[in-house]
């Protein structure tokens, strides 16, 4: 068994074999995906809930279509439309779902532990899509299969994730990740915006955009969360993007072979220059290709697909 818990709730819970082994089955699925046939009928009869509490764009479609690939039934609900609008809470939310015997749940909501919380009162395995600013466990694991594709063995290799570190659950999950696979996280943005502690969890905390891109092997360029902002903790966009920016000038002095990710949505022109949004090092839709296979070997291993049966080599 490469996973043993009933959800996914973050890359904290994870160990570095259970990452792995469900790369290795995100790349025999990503693999699927150049075939004329992208869809393997794994999850027939089997219902699977996207429940989205807060906005998005890309983890939604990408989780959907990795149900639908896995020939699931899928049931989309999201909080605008449903009767979170009439003040329904989301433990008569997560009892209703249990009553209707659905096979799956996949959570994205704005408070940390909301997939933690659904996960103990429901027998269904839950992933979460992202909880407040704690954890994106799938997004974690794209940006990780990412990064190996290009760089191989994490060992010793040195990411930085530059930005709004306080509000991004996608800069905690890639730490957690990361950091069990051996890399050197380097965490940068301005002071206001990187919280106390995360050098306890394993990386090295650098204020100085040009001292932590150095000798970087990958940058992850993270948005600026404003929509979790309580106060005003940078002076304004076009001040940002002059200290933090990652502008062509920034990448001009980067290693040669380094890249540059960002997991979207983007802000052009404050965390990332348009030039280098669409130049050639970044490998944004890479990433988000690879979301999909993550996201399909999540869900097939949880539910107890063996990867012996998928056939070829897995990696
Ligand atoms: C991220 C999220 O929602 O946490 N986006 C995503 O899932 N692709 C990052 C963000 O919103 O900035």
């Not at 991004?168 to 965490?187: F, I």
Request: net charge neutral; charged share 25%; with cysteine.
């Amino acid at each position: 068994m490469i996973l043993e818990t009933k959800d996914v709730l973050g890359l904290e819970d994870l160990s570095a074999e259970e990452i792995l082994g469900v790369l290795d089955v995100a790349a025999h699925f990503r693999a699927v995906f150049d075939r004329p046939v992208r869809s393997v009928p794994i999850m027939r009869g089997r219902t699977v809930v996207n429940f989205f509490h807060e906005p998005s764009t890309r983890t939604r479609i990408s989780f959907e279509l990795a149900e639908q690939r896995l020939s699931a039934d899928i049931i989309n609900f999201s909080a605008a439309t449903s009767s979170f609008s009439k003040g329904e809470t989301l433990r008569d939310t997560a009892e209703n779902l249990a009553a209707m015997k659905i096979d799956m749940l996949i959570v994205r909501h704005s408070s940390p532990g909301a997939a933690q919380y659904l996960a103990k009162v429901l027998e269904c395995s839950v992933i979460n899509a992202g909880d407040g600013a704690h954890e994106h466990p799938t997004q974690g694991l794209l940006d990780i299969m990412t990064m190996r594709q290009r760089l191989g063995d994490m060992r010793g290799k040195k990411v930085t994730i530059i930005g709004d570190i306080t509000h991004s659950r996608v800069a905690r999950s890639n730490l957690w990740g990361l950091v069990k696979l051996g890399a050197e996280v380097t965490l940068c943005g301005p002071p206001t915006m990187i919280p106390g502690g995360l050098d306890k969890l394993g990386a090295k905390i650098e204020y100085n955009l040009e001292k932590a891109v150095a000798d970087a092997d990958v940058l992850n360029v993270l948005r600026i969360q404003l929509e979790r902002h309580s106060s005003k903790s940078f002076p304004g966009n076009r001040e940002y993007h002059r200290m933090y920016g990652i502008t062509e000038d920034v990448v001009r002095k980067l290693k040669p072979d380094a890249f540059v990710m960002h997991p979207g949505p983007m802000n052009r022109d404050v965390e990332i220059a348009s030039e280098v949004a669409d130049g050639p090092r970044q490998v944004i839709l890479d990433q988000v290709a690879n979301g999909v296979a993550v996201r399909m070997a999540l869900i097939y291993l949880l539910s107890g697909g063996d990867p012996r049966s998928l056939g070829g080599s897995a990696s």
